[in-house]
T-cell receptor
Framework: GAVVSQHPSWVICKSGTSVKIECRSL??????MFWYRQFPKQSLMLMAT?????????EQGVEKDKFLINHASLTLSTLTVTSAHPEDSSFYIC???????????FGEGSRLTVL | GESVGLHLPTLSVQEGDNSIINCAYS??????FIWYKQESGKGPQFIID?????DKRQGQRVTVLLNKTVKHLSLQIAATQPGDSAVYFC????????????FGAGTRLFVKA
């Protein structure tokens, strides 16, 4: 199957700093990628749809100025958590679909801990 | 976000038994549904999917049933194995969202040896 890779797999940062998470489709091109957040023992919550070459589409209640998304190429989307606070600590997961299949492939996730 | 789950319900089964995991989806116009398996600390893994023009689809040891009347999905796992222990999520593609996928609440499956 298609491979989606995330980096870093885990990161610890101080409150007030910004953290960037990368999502790469390794063997296919993705004009659209999706970013999810998952708190412990909860489901995945869709944060935003990342669109190559254009602005991301954010879900209701997700602060676009706090969670900056850039999709500069067909194989890379980045999520930057700006001025992170402890409540932003979560598991961030990206996904993408090889063109036309509808099947989403997920990265291994990035665990963010904000001290 | 949509369909954010609360704390996960748990299903405990004996190794070798069949498992049935149920899910209610939210959008009656959704036309594509997927079951995912998530192991601890990892991203979700595709198990099986079904389109709205079907009511049943079988894979290897897994079967998905779709009841559009009551917006209900179920995942049946035959001869459950310890390696099946994980959290299982149903997910839906609402209309007009492309491949945008919304996750249901999830169920934690424990398989007792």
């Amino acid at each position: 199957g298609a491979v989606v890779s995330q980096h870093p797999s885990w990161v610890i940062c101080k409150s007030g700093t910004s953290v960037k998470i990368e999502c790469r489709s390794l063997d296919f091109q993705a004009t659209t990628m999706f970013w999810y957040r998952q708190f412990p023992k909860q489901s995945l919550m869709l944060m935003a749809t990342s669109n190559e070459g254009s602005k991301a589409t954010y879900e209701q209640g997700v602060e676009k100025d706090k969670f900056l998304i850039n999709h500069a190429s067909l194989t890379l989307s980045t999520l930057t958590v700006t001025s992170a606070h402890p409540e932003d600590s979560s598991f961030y997961i990206c996904s993408a679909s090889p063109g036309g299949t509808g099947e989403l492939f997920f990265g291994e996730g990035s665990r963010l801990t904000v001290l | 976000g949509e369909s954010v789950g609360l704390h996960l319900p748990t299903l405990s089964v004996q190794e070798g038994d069949n498992s049935i995991i149920n899910c209610a989806y939210s959008n009656s116009a959704s036309d594509y549904f997927i079951w995912y398996k998530q192991e601890s600390g990892k991203g979700p893994q595709f198990i099986i999917d079904i389109r709205s023009n079907m009511d049943k689809r079988q894979g290897q040891r897994v079967t998905v049933l779709l009841n559009k009347t009551v917006k209900h999905l179920s995942l049946q796992i035959a001869a459950t194995q310890p390696g099946d222990s994980a959290v299982y999520f149903c997910a839906e593609n609402p209309p007009g969202g492309g491949f945008k996928t919304i996750f249901g609440a999830g169920t934690r499956l424990f398989v007792k040896a």
